[in-house]
C-alpha cells in the first residue's frame, strides 16, 4: 500500500473518531441540560428527580 493511501486512511480514521466524539459530547450536554436521558436508563425517585434505575431499583441488576 502506498504511503498516500495509508496517509488518506488513517486521517480519515482520527476524522471519523473526532466527529463521533464531537457528537456524542454535544448530545450528551444537551440531553444533560434538558434532563432527559439519551445515552442512560433511568427512573425518577420517590421526589421525582431522575436518578440511575440501579439506584431507584436498590442496585440490583436486572
Known sequence: MPRTALFVYVTLAVTFLSYARFCYLVINDITEYLG???????KKDRSGEWVGAAEVNGGKNQ
Open 36 to 42: 432527559i436521558a439519551c445515552f442512560t436508563v433511568r
